[in-house]
């Protein structure tokens, strides 16, 4: 069964950072791709980073570009999402997204609110 658990939302002050965490399991990580979409309220739920395998090659939003890193631990089958410089318009549910042999599932999402 898979699984993929985000940790690390929170409550912060513009100008502040937040690390996200996505624990995933069922699958064979190191091969998938893994992505961070995040939804904010009234809206679609958008592409924001990608990780891909082992190479680590990475790819972001233009509204996060400079600001955001995605990285991952193929030992810990977890993902990750640094985020600095964090804006209102950052504020939303942060979902873990993983594209792998046996198709492509979500985690239950994070929540991220940025407001002074």
């Known amino acids: 069964q898979v699984q993929l658990v985000e940790s690390g939302g929170g409550v912060v002050q513009p100008g502040g950072s937040l690390r996200l965490s996505c624990v995933a399991s069922?699958?064979?990580?190191?091969?998938?791709?893994m992505r961070w979409y995040r939804q904010a309220p009234g809206k679609e739920r958008d592409w924001v980073a990608v990780?891909?395998?082992?190479?680590?090659?990475?790819n972001y939003a233009d509204s996060v570009k400079g600001r955001f890193t995605i990285s991952r631990d193929n030992d810990k089958n977890t993902v990750y999402l640094q985020m600095n410089d964090l804006t209102p318009e950052d504020t939303g549910v942060y979902y873990c997204?993983?594209?792998?042999?046996?198709?492509?599932?979500w985690g239950q999402g994070t929540q991220v609110t940025v407001s002074s």
């Open positions: 997204n993983a594209d792998h042999r046996g198709g492509e599932d």
């Open positions: 990780i891909i395998t082992n190479l680590g090659s990475t």
């Open positions: 069922g699958f064979h990580f190191n091969n998938a791709v």
